[in-house]
Structure formats: C-alpha cells, structure tokens
C-alpha cells in the first residue's frame, strides 16, 4: 500500500497547530492551489470547490483579473497605514452599490466588523443591548458567540454562550429569538426599549431565507421604537445580488457589515450604514462623549481592495448573477430530484448561491429546525462527496461564477452515487 503523499504534512500540522488545523476546517486534508471552481490537494486529488475559501472566491480561484490586480499593487509596496486611492475607490464603489451605505469603515475581518458595528450601535443610541437570533453567525467576538449553535436550547430571551472564556456579565448585554419568529422579535424590542441599542441578523441566516414579511417587520417595529436595524452580510454582501441581501429582500437596515467578496480573497472587511451612525467613528463629528475608538494596522490594505475592486468589476458585468443564479438553481434543483427519487427526506434551503440540505422531513424556518435534521447523515454525505472529489463545508455549497456545466455535471454524478451509498 502507497501511503497518501499528504500524510506527511498532516501529521507535521498535527505537532505544531491545536488539532491539527487552522480552526476552520478538518486538518485531513490540505489545498495546494485552486483554479477556477476548482482546487487540488497536497496528494493532487481534483475537487470541484464548493468551499470557496468559506465564501470570498465568488469569481473562483486564481481569477486572471483578480491576480493582476493584486500583483500590480503588491509591486508598489502593501501596506501603508495611511490612507490610499484603492481603498477609498473601493469605498465608493460600496457607497454606489449597498443601499444603506452611506459610509464606510475598513477592518480585515467580519468578526471585527460585526464587533463594531455593534458598538456603533450602542454609540449611537447610548445603550447597552442588543438582539440576536438562534443560529446567527456573527463572527466571533464575545458578544456574538451566543447561541450561535446551543446543544441544549435554553429558553428565549436567555443566551448560552458557544464558548469557554466568555465573561458572565456579557449575558445580560445579549437577547435571543428566533429566527423567522416576528412576534418575538417584536415583543422583545418593545419590552426592552429603553436599553436595547440595536437588532442584528444574518437575513439569510447560515441556508434558512426569511419568511415572507419577517425582514419587513424587524425593520418597521425596529424604526417605531428607535433600535437599530443591523445586517450582517459578511455572506450575503455582493452574493444575492450586487447591492446584496438588503436589494435582493428589499429591506434596507441601519447598518451593514460586509467581508469575504469585498477583500477579493485578501483580508478585508467593512461596516457600512447612515452617516450619521457612522459619525461616530470621528472624533471631529461627534466630541470625545460618542466617539467609537476602532483602529487596524491593516484596514483599507491596498493589496485587498485592489483585488476586492477588481471582484466587483467582475460582478457588474451584465449577466453574472443571472450566470450565478442559474447554475445555483440547477444544482439545487438535480439535488432535491436526487434525493426525492430515492425517498430520502430532505429540504433542499437556502438560495441559489448558497445552499445545502437537511436531512429533515420538515422545512426548515430556525435553528431548532436546523437541529431536528440528521447531522450524522449529513456528516456521512458531506464525507461520501469528498471520496468523490466534491469539496464542501459542513453545511453549505457555495456557489461560484467559475463552475463550469462540467463542474454541475461532476457534482450531479458524484450526488447520485453518493445518495445511492448513503440509502443502502
Ligand atoms: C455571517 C457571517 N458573519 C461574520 C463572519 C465572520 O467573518 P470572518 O471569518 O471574516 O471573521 C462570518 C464568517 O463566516 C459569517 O458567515
């Protein structure tokens, strides 16, 4: 027996990383390079990508425009803590496309973008909490590792923190509802006005579309009581459509965070939203009282936004998210036939860019929907489809300008035999 050209490093990751990995996917296998919609492991295994570097390669891998890009600055020096022309130009390219941009602030992740936003929320309002939804990623700040994925749900408004290390005292900052639940929400924001600074939420939240009427809901009851509305595109930014989630459902929020697509595949992310919210983060407008302190060594690198530039160039072109949408909708489509023809119960969710399955019998609207489903079967899957050269994360497909019909074609063979594994 041959033993796998990988395993060396691997076991080398295993010494000197905790687990094994950079903390975000599974250390058994590592990416050498990607083209296109696809990527190739350190063995040379070929994988149709859906991936995508967790989301930010919506064009695919190694684009020849993006490159260029990147590598022209790259030759001028990258990084200058300074303002420069490719970070404001990417600025004014936000400002033209997100509906409710009216400035922007650079950070170099949404974790940190999430971070504050939040506070600029509170800044804004003088106040102290803020709601959030079961389910909900937000990054990873103490603040939003609560109830991102509860094993055991407590009861609603109370938060169960993800994490060890979160302070105690943080739990009376965090509200919970759930997700598609307008009541809830609702009765939340009205009970707690007076020390709730703002409402935030994925509008895709992780693969669960809001229910109709639920976005417009938040945004009326949140304005009817003087609570921030607050949308976290980190994923959605520039996916569901150029302006994003907030073009794509039609609601417009407060403020934005956006990541991923923007940074072009470098790091890069973005709070964007009314000016007179975003004031805060200057001095000059506000006094030393609402003032948000927020600096980054890296915010507005030169080397991102240029290749974050060079993506939303890309994007704009007539016809490439009708291309995205089609391709998305045909796969969601082969997959639920699939899994129909062969009497498994599961719901195809999500929206053509992003989406997966859940091995439930019933729709799926929150998280506990979520967690109804069969994650085992799904674990099962997810590893039956990487023997078959098809790379996904652990519970969503993203989508890519750079899948090819032979890509689709690759995946509906690798699900049909897959499916058939999974039911004998
Ligand atoms: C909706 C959402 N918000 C925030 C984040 C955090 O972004 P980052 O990993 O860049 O910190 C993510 C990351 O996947 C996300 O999906």
């Given at each position: 027996?041959?033993?796998?050209?990988?395993?060396?490093?691997?076991?080398?990751?295993?010494?000197?990383?905790?687990?094994?990995?950079?903390?975000?996917?599974?250390?058994?296998?590592?990416?050498?390079?990607?083209?296109?919609?696809?990527?190739?492991?350190?063995?040379?295994?070929?994988?149709?990508?859906?991936?995508?570097?967790?989301?930010?390669?919506?064009?695919?891998?190694?684009?020849?425009?993006?490159?260029?890009?990147?590598?022209?600055?790259?030759?001028?020096?990258?990084?200058?803590?300074?303002?420069?022309?490719?970070?404001?130009?990417?600025?004014?390219?936000?400002?033209?496309?997100?509906?409710?941009?009216?400035?922007?602030?650079?950070?170099?992740?949404?974790?940190?973008?999430?971070?504050?936003?939040?506070?600029?929320?509170?800044?804004?309002?003088?106040?102290?909490?803020?709601?959030?939804?079961?389910?909900?990623?937000?990054?990873?700040?103490?603040?939003?590792?609560?109830?991102?994925?509860?094993?055991?749900?407590?009861?609603?408004?109370?938060?169960v923190p993800d994490s060890a290390g979160i302070p105690r005292s943080l739990r009376d900052e965090i509200l919970i509802a759930p997700f598609n639940d307008l009541q809830v929400a609702a009765s939340l924001v009205r009970e707690h006005r007076q020390e709730l600074a703002g409402v935030i939420l994925e509008p895709l939240q992780r693969i669960i579309p809001p229910a109709p009427g639920f976005l417009e809901g938040l945004r009326r009851i949140t304005a009817e009581n003087g609570v921030l509305l607050m949308f976290d595109e980190v994923v959605t930014g520039f996916r569901l459509a150029y302006g994003g989630a907030q073009e794509y459902y039609g609601v417009v929020p407060d403020l934005c965070t956006l990541g991923k697509v923007i940074g072009g595949g470098f790091p890069l992310a973005a709070i964007a939203g009314r000016a007179d919210i975003m004031a805060h983060f200057d001095r000059g407008a506000v006094g030393d009282d609402g003032f948000m302190m927020q600096v980054g060594t890296l915010s507005g690198n030169p080397v991102a936004a240029a290749a974050g530039l060079a993506t939303l160039a890309i994007l704009q072109r007539p016809g490439a998210y009708e291309r995205l949408f089609a391709t998305g909708r045909e796969l969601m489509r082969t997959l639920a036939e699939l899994l129909q023809r062969n009497r498994i119960a599961a719901q195809v969710t999500g929206e053509p860019p992003l989406f997966d399955v859940v091995f439930s019998p019933e729709p799926v609207r929150d998280y506990r929907g979520t967690l109804r489903g069969d994650a085992g079967m799904l674990r099962r899957f997810n590893a039956l489809l990487r023997e078959r050269g098809v790379l996904k994360g652990e519970q969503k497909y993203y989508v890519s300008l750079a899948h090819t019909p032979e890509d689709v074609r690759h995946t509906r063979d690798s699900w049909d035999s897959a499916i058939k594994a999974l039911a004998t």
């Open positions: 027996m041959t033993s796998d050209p990988q395993s060396g490093i691997i076991e080398r990751a295993k010494r000197v990383l905790p687990g094994g990995t950079f903390g975000n996917f599974p250390g058994d296998i590592v990416i050498r390079e990607g083209r296109g919609g696809r990527v190739w492991d350190e063995s040379g295994k070929e994988y149709v990508d859906f991936l995508l570097g967790s989301g930010p390669m919506l064009v695919g891998h190694a684009h020849p425009e993006v490159t260029a890009a990147a590598q022209a600055r790259i030759a001028d020096g990258t990084t200058f803590f300074a303002n420069n022309r490719y970070g404001i130009e990417l600025a004014e390219a936000i400002v033209a496309a997100v509906p409710c941009a009216e400035q922007v602030r650079f950070v170099s992740t949404g974790s940190e973008a999430d971070l504050y936003a939040m506070r600029a929320a509170r800044a804004f309002t003088r106040r102290d909490k803020i709601l959030k939804f079961e389910g909900g990623y937000h990054g990873m700040s103490d603040y939003s590792l609560m109830s991102l994925a509860p094993k055991r749900p407590g009861n609603f408004p109370q938060p």
